[in-house]
T-cell receptor, first 112, second 112 residues
Framework: DAGVTQSPTHLIKTRGQHVTLRCSPI?????VSWYQQVLGQGPQFIFQ???????GRGNFPDRFSARQFPNYSSELNVNALLLGDSALYLC???????????FGPGTRLTVT | QKEVEQNSGPLSVPEGAIASLNCTYS??????FFWYRQYSGKSPELIMF????GDKEDGRFTAQLNKASQYVSLLIRDSQPSDSATYLC????????????FGTGTRLKVLA
């Protein structure tokens, strides 16, 4: 069975630009969460979506937004990129809320 | 006080020994508890999840949850060099919105 997939694998953007990251969950999973991970830290929770509704939000500015589609795939959008947004962005899927999550390989974003 | 605390390590154990990893959390209402393994440059991999007080065993891994003392631990029996990685503890917060809070991880080194 296919696991969580994310695209692109790597991305280089310039400050001020916008970026869209994509995620497809494990088949049958209805929830997708997004995380930001910088070197030496644990993943920081950004959003959780369940059945196309936002069900959880971490302490990130409004420049970060997301949505979930009817097929349960998801997009994370980040506007007005800052150098500090450089990180590994992880997507995780789960069957339901507060359930075990499985991570995708991540998207490495570099902002120059 | 951090919401989820782990000793950063490194924790060094000889091959074949038991590795004991600990995690404490601050929110007494936390519902679900997870252990992930993360190799350098890779995404987190789910090792164990536990939802109720007590022990849960899966192969060489045992998760222990004590809600009264607000800690969760992971025991790895017969440690192998391939177990050398960073181990992340995560908890979910209760309430109307859901958040997954990760610790910063404990680096484990299994010495051959």
């Amino acid at each position: 069975d296919a696991g969580v997939t994310q695209s692109p694998t790597h991305l280089i953007k310039t400050r001020g630009q916008h970026v869209t990251l994509r995620c497809s969950p494990i088949s049958g999973h209805k929830s997708v969460s997004w995380y930001q991970q910088v070197l030496g830290q644990g993943p920081q929770f950004i959003f959780q979506y369940y059945e196309k509704e936002e069900r959880g939000r971490g302490n990130f500015p409004d420049r970060f937004s997301a949505r979930q589609f009817p097929n349960y795939s998801s997009e994370l959008n980040v506007n007005a990129l800052l150098l500090g947004d450089s990180a590994l962005y992880l997507c995780a899927s789960s069957f339901g809320l507060a359930r075990e999550q499985y991570f995708g390989p991540g998207t490495r974003l570099t902002v120059t | 006080q951090k919401e989820v605390e782990q000793n950063s390590g490194p924790l060094s154990v000889p091959e074949g020994a038991i590795a004991s990893l600990n995690c404490t959390y601050s929110d007494r209402g936390s519902q679900s508890f997870f252990w992930y393994r993360q190799y350098s440059g890779k995404s987190p991999e789910l090792i164990m999840f536990i939802y109720s007080n007590g022990d849960k065993e899966d192969g060489r891994f045992t998760a222990q949850l004590n809600k009264a003392s607000q800690y969760v631990s992971l025991l790895i029996r017969d440690s192998q060099p391939s177990d050398s990685a960073t181990y992340l503890c995560a908890v979910t917060t209760p309430g109307g919105t859901y958040k997954y809070i990760f610790g910063t991880g404990t680096r484990l080194k299994v010495l051959a």
